[in-house]
T-cell receptor
Framework: KAGVTQTPRYLIKTRGQQVTLSCSPI?????VSWYQQTPGQGLQFLFE???????NKGNFPGRFSGRQFSNSRSEMNVSTLELGDSALYLC?????????????????FGSGTQLSVL | EDKVVQSPLSLVVHEGDTVTLNCSYE??????LLWYKQEKKAPTFLFML????IEKKSGRLSSILDKKELFSILNITATQTGDSAIYLC?????????FGKGTRLSVIA
């Protein structure tokens, strides 16, 4: 069974540009969550999608957005990039939405997209 | 606001040592506490704990949860260089999983 796949693995952009990151969950998983990881802040929750609907959103500005397709694949977009957006963006999938029960907390992570903003 | 605090932030030990990593939390409506190991990029699941006082074990790794005192520890015995990684603690409450900043463990030969 293939794991969570994220593309691209690395990305270099300049300030003001926009970027789209992609995530394919484990087959059969319908919930996709996105996290931003930086050395100073650790993993911070961006948003969660289940059945094409955003269920939860973290405390990030509106420049960060996402969506989920009918095949459960998800994309996140960051517009008007800032230097502080440089980070590892991790996607994780699970069978059900987070918070339904203890059993659903087990997230399976992809290898991430390392974004550098110059 | 839900909060997870891990300590120490970094640790350097020699092969064969035993280490204890700490995770304390404040979350509303606690459901579970999870430990992950992050070696390069993708965090991999280690343990999920939901009940107090019940130790989970996997080889040289073990973990226990104290719901009264709101903390968990992760023990690694007879450490090996392959244990070098960032260990992440996450807690599920009213919000999606909240992660601590992690403990960076370095095991030197």
């Amino acid at each position: 069974k293939a794991g969570v796949t994220q593309t691209p693995r690395y990305l270099i952009k300049t300030r003001g540009q926009q970027v789209t990151l992609s995530c394919s969950p484990i087959s059969g998983h319908r919930s996709v969550s996105w996290y931003q990881q930086t050395p100073g802040q650790g993993l911070q929750f961006l948003f969660e999608y289940f059945s094409e609907t955003q269920r939860n959103k973290g405390n990030f500005p509106g420049r960060f957005s996402g969506r989920q397709f009918s095949n459960s694949r998800s994309e996140m977009n960051v517009s008007t990039l800032e230097l502080g957006d440089s980070a590892l963006y991790l996607c994780a999938s699970s069978l059900y939405p987070m918070g339904r029960s203890n059993l659903n907390e087990k997230l399976f992570f992809g290898s991430g997209t390392q974004l550098s903003v110059l | 606001e839900d909060k997870v605090v891990q300590s120490p932030l970094s640790l350097v030990v020699h092969e064969g040592d035993t280490v204890t990593l700490n995770c304390s939390y404040e979350v509303t409506n606690f459901r579970s506490l999870l430990w992950y190991k992050q070696e390069k990029k993708a965090p991999t699941f280690l343990f999920m704990l939901t009940s107090s006082g019940i130790e989970k074990k996997s080889g040289r790794l073990s973990s226990i949860l104290d719901k009264k005192e709101l903390f968990s520890i992760l023990n690694i015995t007879a450490t090996q260089t392959g244990d070098s990684a960032i260990y992440l603690c996450a807690v599920g409450g009213n919000t999606p999983l909240v992660f601590g900043k992690g403990t960076r463990l370095s095991v030197i030969a």
